[in-house]
């Protein structure tokens, strides 16, 4: 089968990340996927059954520059199947690309866009307010014109399905459950830069709705009665600035660490003694199975796939969004509770195994994902 897949994943670029490699796995289940990409030159890499076609970023729009390189994509290469990375953008010139040449389309939904966090809320009683971009309440129309068009819907949690199904009901196809396969290998560890007695350690694209400020405020809380626990924060973003600001402001510069983007995040979280996510809203938790792959004992809000895959208590301590004192109690527990720490850690470990274990081979579920929805 010859699938096209329009995304905006840069990784898929970046040899040897696992983004690329997952293309490549899919590709091979597929038969043919093509993918294309917006980035700074147009080009295309012929990788085997994997071929990934980049189109240079348009002046004004890069959208207009993807539609039309799609069109000649599916008329160049014979393409059967058209593949959205998301309902949003990618999804309304997918949905188009896909009825001018009557073609089936396939959507991926990774974000809990139903959360009330993604378009509305900014905050809560006792938490900092951070403003929801501007662009999502647009992107909720596009998701809302996309997804009845979709001949398949691909979700990553049983959270997010639910959500779409209360919303939508009969006027969209049942969504299917598909995760992002994750390693059951960790890498090897990766020495932090900087050393606490106690570090937390946060990661993710550094936007509204990761709410790293409630982590930061967190620490705040607690800065005096615990002088030695410092965070580290992996990844950048929009917010990045205003979080160095923030930090500052509480008087936390030198026990808050932003690292930036890095290739080895994995193996810095298991050098962590906690990871941390105070994440509004989350359509999965790739992170949060690596951490438990690592046997890192986490603390995050109860999002994506927490309360179906990790329960409360018993694998994460968990709670609802927008509550930093609630962290700082789970962090000043799991500081003072080693053997608490022990416990969560194997118990979130032996269920993110469980779960991989019966997520099966996700290549050859998307591959069949892909082919048994026709027009």
Known sequence: MKVLLITDDPTV????????????????????????????????????????????????????????????IVETHGIQAIWSQDPFELGDIASKVAH????????????DFMSPWYSTRTGMLRSSKVGVPKGNARRLRLAHSVLPKANGIRVMSGRVK??????????IKEPEVIP????????????LPFSFPFSLIAAGRLDAGRRVIDIIDALALIKDRYP????????????????????????LTERVIFLGDRRDTWGLIRCANVFIQASAHEGYGRRI???????????????????????????????????????????????????????????????????LQEAGNVPERLAKFLSTTSV
């Not at 924060?233 to 917010?239: A, K, L």
């Open 13 to 72: 670029l970046d040899l040897g990340s696992s983004g690329h490699t997952r293309a490549k796995e899919n590709a091979v289940a597929i038969g043919e996927l093509h993918v294309l990409i917006s980035t700074g030159k147009t080009e295309t890499r012929d990788e085997g059954s994997l071929r990934i076609h980049t189109v240079k970023k348009g002046l004004f729009s890069k959208y207009a520059h993807l539609r039309s390189a799609a069109r000649t």
């Open 100 to 111: 001018r040449f009557s073609l089936p389309l396939y959507v991926n939904v990774y974000t």
């Open 162 to 171: 639910d959500a779409l199904i209360k919303k939508y009901g009969a006027t």
């Open 180 to 191: 992002v396969s994750v390693s059951m290998s960790p890498p090897e560890a990766t020495s």
């Open 228 to 251: 030695g626990v410092g965070l580290f924060v992996v990844g950048d973003g929009p917010e990045r600035a205003r979080l160095e600001r923030h930090a500052a402001h509480k008087k």
């Open 289 to 355: 199975l690596q951490a438990a792959l690592a046997r890192v004992p986490i603390i995050t809000t109860d999002v994506g796939i927490v309360g179906e895959v990790f329960k409360g208590y018993d694998d994460v301590l968990a709670m609802p969004p927008g509550d930093p004192s609630a962290l700082s109690v789970h962090i000043a527990g799991l500081m003072e509770d080693g053997q608490s720490r022990q416990l969560l850690a194997m118990n979130a470990e032996a269920s993110a195994k469980r779960f």
